[in-house]
């Protein structure tokens, strides 16, 4: 197997103006499971969290907003994230999280073993969280995160972000990205301009790209044919990654896509600026 191969960027956890990132744009507020919550904080904090997880605070058109990722676990109601000020003052902001139904979908899996992976698979499975747990988790202040994106691949689009998955009948965890298919060796190129955080394989998603946008923004490409970069490298908007592939739990050739806000996976179609969440 291919171990996974990582590369951390300037990871900052101190306060100062810093702490801030001036955007070009904000990304599409969903106050639901799985959304995005835009919070103008009505002040200059230098840093926040959510669920014991570091937001971003970003300055956009000279006003400050927390920009957070909700979990998909997250229940209806009234939701507290936490602000500290530049001399260490303590705030806390609320936002209301509205219900949404996801939809079920059921797949056949043709090995069994990716389905109900045996004592050496579970070893393996084990470790590749971990390392991807700890990429999630990268916070990145040299970068400026870019919330309008391209489509990753051309492709026929699901809207599968949130639904509750069952594999040969057996319940799973609710799938969190955006599945795009696509035929074999179609290009994949990146939505927004970022650096390479890991490449690598994996158990269940195949050939891996892990790409860090900034401030807590990092974005997760998956079942690929190819990589075509390396770890630490800088990568433009639109520039080629790889090819899409069948490798790791699939049913078929297609790229899964998600995208992390706050060590929180949130529904990709928020950041493609088509005011429409399916």
């Known amino acids: 197997m291919k171990q996974l191969t990582a590369v951390v960027i300037g990871i900052f956890l101190g306060s100062g103006a810093a702490a801030q990132v001036v955007v070009d744009s904000l990304p599409e507020s969903l106050l639901a499971p799985g959304g995005i919550a835009v919070v103008p904080t009505q002040g200059e904090a230098v840093s926040g969290s959510f669920r014991d997880q570091r937001i971003m605070l970003a300055q956009h058109e000279g006003e400050q907003y927390a920009i957070i990722g909700i979990p998909l676990d997250a229940e209806p109601g009234p939701q507290q994230f936490k602000l500290t000020g530049a001399g260490g003052e303590q705030s806390e902001l609320r936002f209301d999280v509205t219900y949404k139904q996801y939809r079920e979908r059921h797949l056949t899996i043709a090995n069994e073993r990716q389905v109900n992976p045996n004592a050496e698979d579970m070893e393996r499975i084990t470790r590749e ?32 972000f949130g639904s509750r998955s069952f594999f040969n009948g057996q319940p799973r965890n609710p799938h969190s990205g955006m599945d795009i298919a696509a035929a074999e060796g179609t290009p994949i190129h990146a939505p927004a301009p970022g650096v390479i955080l890991a490449t690598g394989n994996y158990f269940f998603n195949g050939n891996t790209i892990i790409m860090d946008h900034g401030h807590g923004l990092i974005s997760l490409y998956c079942h690929m044919n190819t990589i075509d970069v390396e770890p630490g490298v800088a990568i433009k908007a639109g520039e080629q990654i790889g090819r899409v592939g069948s490798t790791g739990r699939v049913t078929g050739p297609h790229l899964h896509w998600s995208v992390n806000l706050n060590n929180v996976r949130v529904d990709p179609v928020l950041f493609l600026g088509e005011n429409s969440v399916p």
């Open 129 to 160: 969280s971990a390392e991807m747990r700890q990429a999630f988790s990268t916070w990145s202040e040299s970068l400026t995160p870019v919330f309008s994106m391209r489509p990753p691949v051309d492709g026929v689009r699901s809207s599968s």
